[in-house]
């Protein structure tokens, strides 16, 4: 098993809609948890970080966190064609060294239909 | 606002040569990641440093090594280079809140 799996897609919404990004991970002590937005052949791009459980809200991206469960997702409202991109979920391992470490995801191929 | 700086963006080698890769972390970031992301694969975490010492250390080969200098900035040394090898190398660099990644280097060993 994977220390953090997301369905690979590709995730195909139209634009305007809801999209809906899952992920779930495996160490039940982990404690931060980001999403990172990736373009092909570019860098992946930091959008949303939670630390605890609930809701957290930037734009038209909502963060949602359950630990007991260990899932996390994404909801990006009004998808536009520009959020075309693979979405990376990166897991802060617990027992780590560095509080910025991360364990990442195989990514989440998402296509925004005009 | 600052971001990371990679040098250089492209580079091309021959197998069996040596190949050096520069990041220049965010101003007062104290912490520097490296990752190897191959074609339609998540990025590979390498080794990072925190305070110019060598922090955490992922699926490294022993070709490679890495060290983090009194101003910072990290270079990553590869020798013995292998087709295998070529990738985008990303740099990343954090405070507590997250990595924030450079536009990384596309390494192509021939």
């Known amino acids: 098993q994977k220390e953090v799996e997301q369905n690979s897609g590709p995730l195909s919404v139209p634009e305007g809609a809801i999209a809906s990004l899952n992920c779930t991970y495996s160490d039940r002590g982990s404690q931060s948890f980001f999403w990172y937005r990736q373009y092909s052949g570019k860098s992946p791009e930091l959008i949303m970080s939670i630390y605890s459980n609930g809701d957290k809200e930037d734009g038209r991206f909502t963060a949602q966190l359950n630990k007991a469960s260990q899932y996390v997702s994404l909801l990006i409202r009004d998808s536009q064609p520009s959020d075309s991109a693979t979405y990376l979920c990166?897991?802060?391992?617990?027992?780590?060294?560095?509080?910025?470490?991360?364990?990442f995801g195989p990514g989440t191929s998402l296509s925004v239909i005009p | 606002a600052a971001g990371v700086i990679q040098s250089p963006r492209h580079l091309i080698k021959e197998k069996r040569e040596t190949a050096t890769l520069k990041c220049y972390p965010i101003?007062?970031?104290?912490?520097v990641y490296w990752y190897q992301q191959g074609p339609g694969q998540d990025p590979q975490f390498l080794i990072s440093?925190?305070?110019?010492?060598?922090?955490d250390k992922g699926s490294i080969p022993d070709r490679f090594s890495a060290q983090q200098f009194s101003d910072y900035h990290s270079e990553l040394n590869m020798s013995s280079l292998e087709l295998g090898d070529s990738a985008l190398y990303f740099c990343?660099?954090?405070?507590?809140?997250?990595?924030?990644f450079g536009p990384g280097t596309r390494l192509t060993v021939l």
């Open positions: 990166a897991v802060n391992p617990a027992g780590k060294t560095s509080y910025d470490k991360v364990i």
């Open positions: 440093f925190y305070e110019k010492m060598q922090s």
């Open positions: 101003p007062r970031h104290d912490t």
């Open positions: 990343a660099s954090s405070s507590g809140r997250g990595q924030f």
